[in-house]
């Protein structure tokens, strides 16, 4: 064992450290969409507003025909961008020139100010990013929980670059926090060359007084042992076990300066730091035994019995785990209870029915925690439907990452709209979920010697995923039907796969075959070279097998109803292009000063129509009342039954109720064609055909605590 340790350190480092860039440039690209068709010129300052197909850095490049002495500026449409990077300007010369900011910015639009007289001709972007490959994939029947996995990914790749940021445009912080799920997707979605930032962050020295919970949260199973079980690079191991010893026993202070999550109030940090530092000195316990600390033991496992001995007498209250420091259980600190084996099987159904059915307090930082707790007491159905409840407003929206924020409240204070939270934060985890526990591929042994496929797709139908180990692609394709379970592998070289049936997803399990050879009838027959007994437990049938292409099929009865409904399949639809429309509303247009460092930003109402869900209008003078209104001109009949509002940056701000009237000529309106209530983010308006050149939405109702805005606002015409 020793030796394959060794070759795989050595092949780890020959792949992951050899002197590469860590960055990549994919060159210039032409943006998506522009607000305005070039070339094109105007007698008063304008903007050009220019989208990309995601989110990701660049730089905005533009060539103009112009006198001398002219400023343009460009930026990023993502607000956030302004905390870090000031907006780049070019001071023309005579004639034609072009130009590249100097600087990348990340968002999912540019914009350019360009004063009167300057003729833009032509405008693209430089990408660039961490220069690894998208390796991984995961697709199932149901396509909220794909495009979660997608944003996932996106919004992991943007949260990279030198080292794991927090967010690319407000801080670029490399908390441990947020590096922990940001290195654990990276084994799921990138090639190898991604592991040099795992490294770099394992590596990095401790800073005690740098949120020292974060540290918990990292040096446990979740960090150290989940970076050393898919790369086998043992001497990262022994580099950091002495420093890891050495906080644990010596510097860490329960309670002092801990961060574990956002979330909303209730926080039970006295249960969630007493669960994170067992499981770090439980690895802590492996590490020495893999890095020859054998007399460490002794003191590590008196450590380890402490905890256990005391934790149900001080925190077990019939029923769930809570402190003195809560008035009612929290969901982050139960969970991980149940993670980290505090909370034995006979207290998992009263924290499931107490607790985790209930209970919503995490962020979709720690709800990471919560679906793998839900998965580990074989509850994935609602580890399934609690992730797409959450995540319910990040599904369909146009942004093309996951946000700080569920729902965009701020932090703790309940119910608090927060204008600065990030739309691109990468502590979040479909992703990891998605492909280590619901199709449930995850090694076992360092650097993927051994590795199981353990699924716990619940009420999914069709699951493919690609994970690409150290060893190369794992792929695994699954598909049930209310009489067969059939799952196909493909395995790399030098490794062994441990292949589970769940015997959850059957009211009866009769057989199982390998390729046309039943192995399993109740009893293991064996009869398939490559195909061994694993045993059985209360969850799975399971066989070993060795590298190659299998194909496993199970028969009996399989429940095949679902507690959620597949999404419905997108509308056919045709929006109007609106380049030359023209928007006008209630209030005149004027800026709001962003956030808490007051940056002023234009919410006129042509931002409204411009391509961009980052740039909108907001009547910022008073909140929601009736008789405020928002006016496009078409400039020319146009014939629509469909208008959609996007106002997800604002997420609140939906319209309270509202009403559409038409009109011709801007001057003899019509009844309303449409009435009803505004939806969380998204609002999607339909009514009989209508051919108008106007279109005006008035707010009939009233909402005291936010305000009116449109983001971006689409008009159909029937398919």
């Known amino acids: 064992m020793p030796k394959v340790l060794a070759l795989l350190t050595a092949l780890f480092t020959s792949l992951v450290l050899a002197d590469e860039p860590l960055l990549k440039d994919y060159g210039q690209k032409p943006y998506v969409r522009l607000s305005k068709d070039l070339p094109h010129v105007e007698d008063a300052p304008w903007r050009l507003v220019c989208t990309m197909p995601y989110n990701c850095h660049f730089q905005p490049w533009i060539e103009v025909e112009a006198a001398a002495g002219k400023v343009i500026s460009f930026n990023s449409t993502n607000p956030l961008v302004l905390y870090l990077t000031k907006t780049e300007s ?8 072009d130009v590249e900011a100097q600087h990348w910015i990340s968002g999912e639009g540019a914009i350019y100010t360009i004063p009167a007289g300057v003729t833009v001709r032509a405008v693209n972007y430089r990408e660039t990013g961490y220069d690894t490959e998208f390796a991984g994939s995961f697709e199932c029947n149901d396509d909220d929980y794909n495009v979660l996995w997608k944003k996932g990914v996106r919004t992991a790749y943007i949260c990279m670059r030198e080292h794991f940021y927090d967010c690319p445009d407000r801080e670029r912080v490399g908390f441990w926090g947020d590096g922990t799920p940001e290195l654990n997707q990276c084994f799921y979605a ?95 316990r492996k590490i020495a035994l893999v ?74 930082f720690f709800d990471r925690w919560v679906f793998e707790a839900l998965c580990a007491m074989g509850r994935q159905e609602h580890a399934l439907l609690r992730m797409h409840e959450r ?21 703790s204070r309940i119910d608090a709209f927060d204008a600065a939270s990030s739309l691109n934060h990468g502590w979040n985890p479909p992703a990891l979920i998605l492909s280590q526990t619901i199709a449930g591929v995850s090694p076992e042994a360092p650097g993927w010697s051994t590795y199981h496929v353990l699924p716990k797709e619940a009420f999914l139908s069709a699951i493919k995923v690609v994970v690409p180990s150290i060893k190369g692609d794992v792929t695994v394709d699954l598909k049930k039907t209310a009489t ?36 399993w009838n109740g009893t293991f027959l064996g009869g398939v070279e490559g ?20 194909k496993f099929l199970a028969t009996g009865e399989l429940p095949t109803a679902s507690p959620k409904p597949l999404p419905a399949p997108p509308a056919p639809a045709r929006a109007l292009e609106k380049r030359a429309w023209t928007a006008s509303a209630s209030v005149p247009g004027t800026t709001f000063p962003f956030s808490g460092a007051k940056i002023p930003i234009d919410i006129s109402a042509a931002n409204a129509l411009d391509g961009d869900h980052w740039t909108g209008w907001r009547d910022m003078t008073q909140t929601q009342h009736p ?93």
Request: charged letters at 25%.
């Open 291 to 364: 890095t020859g600390h054998d007399a460490d033991l002794p003191a590590i496992d008196e450590k380890l019995a402490a905890i256990r001995s005391t934790f149900d007498s001080k925190y077990w209250k019939d029923g769930y785990y809570m402190s003195d420091q809560v008035k009612e259980p929290d969901d982050r600190a139960n969970a991980m209870a149940v993670n980290v084996g505090l909370a034995d099987r006979e207290k998992w159904d009263a924290i499931y029915e107490n607790v985790l059915t209930k209970k919503t307090y995490a962020s979709c």
């Open 90 to 97: 070019y001071t023309t010369r005579e004639g034609v020139q």
């Open 190 to 284: 990138f090639d190898v060359k991604s592991h040099r930032l795992c490294k770099e962050l394992v590596l990095r020295k401790l800073e005690p007084k740098f949120y020292p919970g974060q540290h918990l949260e990292f040096l446990g199973d979740y960090g150290l042992w989940f970076y050393y079980l898919h790369t086998g690079d043992l001497e990262s191991m022994r580099a950091v076990y002495e420093p890891t010893k050495v906080f644990l026993f010596d510097t860490y202070q329960f309670g002092k300066m801990t961060w574990f999550d956002w979330g909303k109030e209730n926080k039970d940090i006295a249960v969630t730091e007493t669960c994170f530092y067992y499981n770090c000195l439980g690895t802590l």
């Open 627 to 719: 008789g405020q209104w928002f006016q496009v001109d078409m400039k020319r009949d146009e014939r629509f039954a469909r208008i959609v509002l996007d106002n997800t940056w604002a997420l609140w701000d939906s319209p309270n109720t509202y009403a559409v009237t038409v009109s011709k000529d801007g001057t003899t309106w019509s009844e309303p064609i449409a009435t009803g209530r505004g939806e969380l983010g998204i609002t999607t308006i339909t009514f009989p055909e209508q051919t108008a050149r106007y279109l005006r939405i008035t707010q009939t109702g009233t909402n005291v605590t936010y305000h009116w805005s449109i983001y971006e606002l689409d008009v159909f015409a029937e398919p």
């Open 484 to 519: 067969e379970f059939a799952l196909g592998l493909t395995s790399p070289a030098a490794t062994t796969a441990i292949v589970g049936i769940p015997k959850g997803s059957f009211t009866t399990l009769d057989a199982i075959k390998a390729g046309d050879v039943t192995i």
């Open 391 to 411: 995540y319910k407003t990040m599904i369909p929206c146009s942004f093309t990452t996951l946000w700080e924020h569920y729902d965009r409240w701020w932090a």
């Open 531 to 550: 195909v061994t007994w694993n045993g059985e437990d209360a969850d799975y049938v399971k066989f070993n097998v060795t590298p190659g292409a299998w």
